[in-house]
């Protein structure tokens, strides 16, 4: 309603501009445009104070919502794609315990030329235990061969550790580093790969044996008894999520259909598409292949769906909440235009007496207030690239418990930058126009 009525107003100011003189259409500023120039020369026109005021206020308020967008835009491109590391473009869940046939499932989505691979997962809660210190974690039973095609889940193993327990990552694709650490074998321990922050938290070290507890219940003499297995760390890894990086820990599949006693059944089939922008196209087409119930598809913005809606949510009011800026700076333009008004009254009528019509009255006036609004957007766009170029080159640190990553990164959106000036053109013109 309010959007509505802000555009009938801009259209209906422009109808009279431009169609007022006899109903003509006339788009000439020449005549105003000599007139404008004297006014604004003078204290009353760009020198005044109200103009200077308003054109730093829309400047200040140009320059602020072009770099808070700047630094949201790559905050949640930054979490995309962390997210995106560590989860799959989608994947195929079956109501119900018994998923053993996702060699089929698999095959099946494989018909979509869109689908590059694929990866069968057990997914669960459980209990690490270490010493006398437990905590609740996520495990992830993955094929060690298979797994890296999907994920970057190989890319963010840590290979090397500093004395500050930062992490060097593989960053390659390469190799059997995943199946070397995951590989099934009679020899030893089974092995899992933990988060780095949960790795700080537990205070262990590569080959020291863990403890995980599942709520999976075992029948026996003592009625329903939680399952335990002894692991051996293998690896950590670091997806810079710290959510991920405290609480998920990888281990073979068949250790994890092991350790809760799933037999040949998995959580679900987790898939990589060739664009993850696309893939709720993808999971369409897959889900009707299969035939629909009993099994779901989910993409990774459905898995993720919280943390996204919140993005969107913030990123919104932010830009409600500064655009105010703008309008409180337009009121400065109106107050220009009230004192120009009176003070150019006896000009005015002087152009009257001689034919000059109420449209072209207008333009001279709403022509300044362009001015205004236009040196006022243009100064706040180079500001604000400026500001968005500094910070995109300096380490902004918080808090990863918090904000789930370590460092905010920059992005210039240039629809989001267009937006902006538009709206304060628009916001500039409507405090013209009153």
């Given at each position: ?245 405290s609480r998920l820990l990888y ?128 100064l706040g766009l180079i500001v ?51």
């Open positions: 309603g309010l959007v509505g009525a802000l555009l009938s107003i801009t259209g209906g100011s422009f109808a009279y501009i431009f169609y007022s003189d006899h109903n003509r259409f006339d788009n000439s500023f020449a005549f105003e445009w000599q007139i404008v120039t004297r006014h604004l020369a003078g204290r009353e026109g760009l020198l005044s104070t109200t103009a200077i005021v308003a054109i730093i206020g829309i400047s200040l308020g140009v320059a602020t919502l072009i770099t808070v967008n700047a630094v949201m835009s790559g905050y949640q491109q930054d979490i995309q794609e962390r997210i995106l590391s560590t989860n799959a473009h989608f994947v195929v869940q079956k109501y119900g315990i018994d998923f053993t046939e996702y060699d089929r499932v698999i095959e099946q989505a494989f018909d979509d030329s869109r689908v590059v691979a694929s990866n069968p997962f057990v997914f669960s809660e459980a209990m690490l235990s270490s010493d006398r210190q437990g905590i609740g974690v996520l495990l992830k039973g993955v094929d060690p061969l298979k797994a890296k095609d999907v994920t970057s889940i190989q890319k963010n193993i840590c290979i090397e550790l500093d004395e500050n327990s930062s992490c060097r990552q593989n960053r390659s694709n390469d190799g059997m580093l995943l199946h070397d650490i995951l590989a099934d074998n009679n020899s030893g321990l089974p092995k899992v790969i933990i988060g780095l922050e949960l790795m700080k938290q537990i205070d262990k070290r590569l080959g020291d044996v863990v403890i995980l507890t599942t709520p999976v219940g075992i029948a026996g003499l003592k009625g329903n008894a939680p399952k335990r297995m002894r692991f051996r760390i293998g690896g950590i890894f670091s997806s810079g999520l710290y959510e991920f990086d281990l073979s599949i068949g250790s994890a259909q092991k350790l809760l006693g799933m037999g040949s059944s998995v959580s679900g089939v987790e898939f990589r598409t060739v664009n993850a922008d696309s893939v709720s196209a993808v999971t369409g087409r897959v889900l009707q292949r299969l035939g629909g119930y009993p099994y779901r598809t989910m993409d990774w913005r459905e898995l993720n769906l919280g943390i996204f809606t919140a993005l969107k949510l913030q990123k919104v009011v932010m830009f409600l909440v500064l655009i105010f800026i703008v309008v409180v700076a337009s009121f400065n333009i109106a107050s220009t235009l009230f004192m120009a008004v009176v003070a150019k009254r006896r000009e005015t009528a002087i152009f009257k007496s001689i034919g000059l019509s109420n449209g072209s009255v207008m333009k001279i006036f709403i022509l300044q207030g362009w001015i205004v609004g236009v040196i006022g957007a243009l604000g690239l400026l500001l968005s170029a500094f910070f995109a080159n300096v380490e902004l640190s918080i808090s990863a418990d918090v904000y789930m990553v370590e460092s905010l990164k920059v992005k210039v959106n240039p629809m989001e930058v267009i937006l902006v000036l538009i709206s304060t053109l628009l916001i500039s013109h409507l405090a013209t126009i009153y």
